[in-house]
């Protein structure tokens, strides 16, 4: 038993630990620079794929038509594989700002679960700020 092992001894200092080889992979730190869409970005084509739809819509169906209408804009990073949530990171940042969309009344927070649900407020944003953004 490893537990066993150790009583009696000293726990390893942090210089004898730093001392053994990592076989894990390495994952990007938050000080590495990532080049990816700012989430606030994703606001308007979020709108404009619930507009089109009717007003709702299964996220997946939302991302969709995101990843249609932001094609030309997603930067490489966009496009990488994140191990957390075995998703790309444009559509986790999506999914992010929608978050911060309810937060905003612009999106329903009270949605079925999968559903996104423009509200009242998010149509008068979309027609007075997303349309003079073409």
């Excluded at 444009?90 to 992010?96: F, I, L, T, V, Y």
Aim: charged share 30%; with cysteine; aromatic share 6%.
């Amino acid at each position: 038993f490893p537990a066993l092992r150790s009583i009696g001894r000293k726990p390893a200092s942090q210089q004898e630990l730093s001392s053994i080889p990592s076989t894990a992979p390495r994952h990007p730190k938050r000080t590495d620079r990532v080049m990816a869409t700012p989430r606030s970005d994703f606001t308007c084509p979020i709108l404009h794929a619930l507009v089109e739809a009717g007003g709702k819509a299964h996220v997946r169906d939302v991302l969709k038509r995101v990843g249609e209408l932001m094609s030309d804009r997603l930067k490489p990073d966009d496009h990488e594989l994140l191990p957390s949530v075995r998703d790309v990171r444009w559509k986790n940042r999506a999914q992010w700002q929608r978050f911060e969309m309810t937060r905003r009344g612009l999106l329903r927070s009270d949605s079925p679960h999968g559903i996104w649900e423009i509200t009242e407020h998010g149509m008068h944003y979309y027609q007075t700020t997303c349309r003079e953004q073409k």
